[in-house]
Nanobody, 124 residues
Framework: VQLQASGGGLVQAGDSLRLVCAASGGRAFSDYTMGWFRQAPGKEREFVAAVSKSGKSAHYLRSLEGRFAISRDNGENTVYLQMSSLNPEDTAVYYC?????????????????WGTGTLVTVSS
């Protein structure tokens, strides 16, 4: 499966932003558990959020719960990451990822397929 993330940009602290990841090829999109990760400058990549194949379950990095929301549209082969109350610490390249064998609780340990990233920069 090929994954293309988009929607990043330069925003101010307190703003909201929605990232989009479009999938193509591979299995049916609904066969994949989907996730978002991010990598800030000079830091390791970290898990952000995951959504189940049906979209009914989600799992988040605990520190992001309440500010970030992941969702998916299986009819459009798309997964979203809605981010609110952004702060400079959210500045990172955000990546989407897919794995047909993971459940939401295990996405944080790695994914099989990775997409291109989209840069989010939050100014203070």
């Amino acid at each position: 499966v090929q994954l293309q993330a988009s929607g990043g940009g330069l925003v101010q602290a307190g703003d909201s932003l929605r990232l989009v990841c479009a999938a193509s090829g591979g299995r049916a999109f609904s066969d994949y558990t989907m996730g978002w990760f991010r990598q800030a400058p000079g830091k390791e990549r970290e898990f952000v959020a995951a959504v189940s194949k049906s979209g009914k379950s989600a799992h988040y990095l605990r520190s992001l719960e309440g500010r970030f929301a992941i969702s998916r549209d299986n009819g459009e082969n798309t997964v979203y990451l809605q981010m609110s109350s952004l702060n400079p610490e959210d500045t990172a390249v955000y990546y989407c990822a897919a794995d047909p064998f993971k459940v939401v609780a295990t996405v944080q340990y790695g994914m099989k397929f990775w997409g291109t990233g989209t840069l989010v920069t939050v100014s203070s």
